[in-house]
């Protein structure tokens, strides 16, 4: 076994699984991420099965995500002001009373619409403060040099398992019921609680002035990347395809159900598909970020995103769909995880959770206003047309700030 291990850390792949902590952090992450693609897969069908609607799937949506746009500072500036490491322990733990208390209420035949809603606002109102903790944790676990590897291997992780958990979860609604996966979810994080509480970290002191108000940390954020036009032309980008983009996601139900008639397995396979593409592409960001300028990658990963979503969006085609949205992820992801990186490898070390809990605000805090809309969207002019019509808003804009950034280059 360790002749095995020893294999895999020689790989240039891997570097960032040499630091033991993060070695353990990553394995930790694995299984909870199962557990949560389980549980975000059977929420929306739940949802769906509890309304038939596309508007409710939109504000479930909405509500799950609105949080971070709400709180997500407060997350950032507690993240740059105490134990990331502990943050994150806290959030964990209240993440599985969440799964319990959804499960339970399945079980017992409680669930409607509206309790569901009040869950999915509470485990937002978590995320936001354990998202930019977790994200600007990693730099302690591995620091700059592995940094963009690390990230890559981040969605690596976070996109097996979404592979995993919605084909587990598809199974385990056909086989015994929606509540299974909820209860399997509150289990999964213990295998990161336990990781957390065995890791033996060297108290990090803080570093800089971040004693100020939540909005002074704002502004300060906001300051600093202000300055820096790459960040801005990155964050306008983030921000679009997170708005008319990613939002598509919240009519798979419906995709599933009227369009492929495929029903909740058929709907597990499709987010396994986008799963599938992901990792494959963190793989390959993960292989060869040194060797490849990030506008490459960013640019890239928005054209196969753009491309996978309007034949995804057009298709009557089981496979078709599925293929398509395997270059969905390939697409999304390597947008994604070379924005990230981006960002944290910018960010002053006194900031780092400030800036990424704007980074944040815009990538998931826009999210709600997106699902929102592109219920709405669908509502009105049908689902196909609401994906076409996000996915060709993304390509313009991605265009408009290609050229942008050469015309600054060329000037300066």
Same mark, same amino acid.
């Given at each position: ?9 020689? /790989? ?47 504000? /479930? ?26 943050? *994150?322990? /806290? ?26 809603? #009040? ?6 109102? !978590? ?10 944790? #990693? ?24 592979? !995993? ?29 336990? /990781? ?62 009227? !369009?492929?008639? !495929? ?21 390959? #960001? ?19 995103? *753009? ?106």
């Amino acid at each position: 076994m360790n002749k095995l291990l020893n294999r895999i850390l020689s /790989v240039p792949t891997f570097r960032s699984l040499r630091h033991p902590e993060y070695r353990l952090f990553f394995t930790g992450q694995i299984i909870s991420l199962i557990g949560t693609w389980m549980q975000t897969m059977a929420q929306a069908w739940l949802v769906y099965e509890l309304t038939h609607s596309s508007m409710w799937l939109g504000v /479930v949506g909405f509500l799950n995500t609105i949080p971070m746009l709400l709180f997500a500072m407060y997350g950032g500036t507690i993240a740059d002001r105490f134990s990331k490491q502990r943050i *994150v322990l /806290v959030t964990q733990m209240l993440s599985l009373i969440q799964s319990v208390i959804l499960s339970t209420i399945v079980f017992l035949n409680l669930a409607t619409v509206e309790i569901v809603c #009040v869950l999915a606002f509470t485990l937002g109102t !978590i995320n936001a403060f354990d998202v930019p903790a977790r994200q600007s944790f #990693v730099v302690e676990l591995v620091g700059k040099e592995n940094l963009a590897n690390a990230i890559a291997l981040n969605s690596a992780s976070f996109n097996g398992a979404r592979i !995993i958990g919605p084909a587990i979860g598809g199974v385990i609604i056909g086989a015994v019921g929606i509540a299974w996966c909820f209860f399997l979810n509150a289990v999964s994080f213990f295998a990161v609680i336990i /990781v957390l509480l065995r890791m033996k970290m060297q108290p990090r002191p803080i570093v800089g002035n971040n004693t100020g108000s939540v909005f002074g940390s704002l502004k300060e954020s906001i300051n600093y990347i202000r300055s820096d036009r790459t960040l801005v032309a990155v964050l306008t980008l983030v921000a679009v395809i997170t708005v008319f983009g990613w939002s598509y996601t919240v009519l798979l139900p419906i995709f599933a159900d009227k !369009i492929l008639n !495929i029903g909740a397995v058929g709907l597990g396979n499709l987010m396994m598909s986008f799963g599938i593409g992901a990792f494959i592409s963190a793989i390959i #960001v993960a292989s060869t970020e040194s060797k490849t300028r990030p506008s490459s990658f960013i640019y890239s990963g928005i054209t196969l995103f *753009v491309s996978g979503v309007s034949v995804f969006a057009i298709s009557d085609n089981v496979a078709v769909s599925v293929y398509s949205l395997i270059f969905v992820g390939m697409g999304l992801i390597m947008f994604i995880a070379t924005a990230n990186t981006t960002i944290q490898r910018r960010a002053p070390d006194a900031m780092r959770g400030r800036v990424m809990a704007l980074y944040l605000i815009i990538f998931q805090g826009l999210a709600p206003f997106g699902h929102l809309g592109m219920g709405w969207a669908a509502d009105q002019i049908g689902s196909r047309w609401a994906i076409l019509s996000g996915a060709a808003i993304c390509g313009m804009v991605a265009i408009v700030m290609r050229i942008y950034m050469n015309t600054h280059q060329t000037t300066n």
